[in-house]
């Protein structure tokens, strides 16, 4: 039996787990019940059509993330949720989301399918739900999830119950990096990614109250940024506090050293007034929070995970607003 935890191992040696959301296109999540395997899509639940889907796309190098889903009526319901979430162009705050409630799962392939060629089916459903969230219980695939976000899932649940957040809903999820983090979350439609999460810093990202710093620690970078820009962005978000959530952005790189040592970054944001502000940072690669260790339960060789700290930061852009009256 396994022992090493690679969860228990990034907390002992005190990971910082900023630049560790992955970047997708879309995201396509497919309610199927349980169990899943260690290879999700060949669970039990998977028809073929959309095991055939799945492999195109990944063959044709697509950035899209498949998704397994469930909750704790997933195996009474009659009908399959499917949900796609598609990235905007430009500043955005993440997301667009469509959801369709499906009679059958074999029709999921089909309706992903039109869905990728930009051609939304009618029979997409409108909902109060405002955020789904993903918690990775996958223990098929490291015994960590089990452990870890198993129980985070169900504790969470409560706690969304006890905020009457009605517009919230959560989910359990297959696999989508970074377990050395469980439990680990996925917040959509913005796509931020959390990790080493407890209730406690779950439900100040639920309130978007408490103190701001605290999520330092459990921040792993928004998913529509480049992973170095996603360092920025957590230095830009403790700086502003929780009113930095209802800003636009985008950001990209603007240079990198053919040692990958250094990288300008560079990030744009819109506040709700309509003020657009542009910050640049040197990012360098700081040796002494670069690791090498296990990146989960089941691997036989440790690996670098290369980390960068803002070494200067600079506004080079503010333009407020002219009112047209």
């Known amino acids: 039996m396994n022992t090493f935890f690679c969860s228990d191992h990034a907390r002992e040696v005190g ?20 169990p899943w395997t260690y290879d999700a899509f060949q669970s039990k639940w998977v028809p073929n059509n959309l095991q055939v889907l ?21 195996h009474k319901v009659d009908y399959t949720t499917l949900l796609i979430y598609q990235k905007k162009e ?11 409630k499906l009679p059958h799962i074999e029709q999921v392939a089909g309706v992903v399918k039109k869905c990728l060629w930009g051609k939304i089916p009618d029979y997409e459903i409108d909902t109060n739900i405002t955020r789904d969230i993903l918690v990775c219980t996958h223990g098929s695939h490291d ?6 976000g198993n129980p985070f899932y169900f504790q969470a649940s409560d706690t969304i119950a006890d905020l009457q957040l009605d517009n919230v809903r959560i989910w359990k999820s297959t696999h989508f990096g970074g377990h050395r983090f469980a439990p680990t979350a996925i917040d959509l439609p913005e796509g931020r990614y959390y990790g080493v999460l407890n209730q406690e810093s779950f439900r100040s990202i639920l309130t978007r109250t408490g103190d701001i710093q605290s999520l330092r620690k459990v921040y792993r970078g928004w998913g529509i940024l480049p992973t170095p820009v996603q360092i920025l962005e957590r230095e830009l978000m403790l700086r502003y506090g929780w009113n930095w959530f209802n800003n636009k952005v985008a950001g990209k790189i603007i240079q990198q050293s053919l040692d990958n040592n250094t990288i300008l970054a560079e990030l744009s944001f819109e506040e709700p007034c309509g003020s657009l502000s542009i910050y640049q940072a040197k990012l360098v690669q700081d040796k002494t929070k670069t690791l090498q260790i296990k990146g989960s339960c089941n691997a036989e060789e440790k690996s670098v995970f290369v ?9 080079v852009c503010h333009k407020v607003p002219t009112c047209s009256n």
Do not use: M, W
């Open 15 to 34: 990971e910082d787990i900023i630049s560790s959301a992955t970047n997708y296109e879309t995201y396509i999540l497919v309610e199927c019940p349980q």
């Open 54 to 74: 799945v492999e195109e796309v990944r063959r044709a190098k697509l950035s899209v993330r498949f998704l397994l889903i469930a909750n704790n009526y997933s």
């Open 90 to 100: 430009g500043l955005s705050h993440g997301y667009q989301k469509y959801e369709f």
């Open 143 to 148: 015994q960590c999830c089990a452990r870890y």
């Open 307 to 315: 980390k960068y700290a803002v070494d200067s930061i600079g506004l």
